[in-house]
């Protein structure tokens, strides 16, 4: 499997491209526009410090992926 492409959709119409990581929702990486500017900046903060851990987690995945791969490659 190559995780460098995107995901090809196959012949069934009803496919769809599934992450193995949850995503926020994204009414919840939107302040309402009565917010102060302490209050964006904190949900901004959050917002990006739970991407982080989904990057993180994404790229320990791919290592783990990779290992794998590359031992029973060369087995």
Not at 9 to 30: K, V
Not at 43 to 69: D, H, N, P, W, Y
Request: aromatic share 4%.
């Amino acid at each position: 499997m190559d995780f460098s492409s995107p995901a090809s959709p196959s012949n069934d119409p009803n496919f769809t491209a599934h992450s193995h990581i949850p995503l926020p929702p994204c009414m919840s990486l939107i302040p309402g526009p009565a917010t102060s500017p302490q209050d964006r900046l904190s949900s901004l903060i959050a917002t990006v410090t739970e991407l982080t851990k989904t990057v993180q987690q994404g790229m320990a995945q791919q290592k783990q992926f990779l290992a794998a791969r590359d031992n029973a490659n060369s087995q």
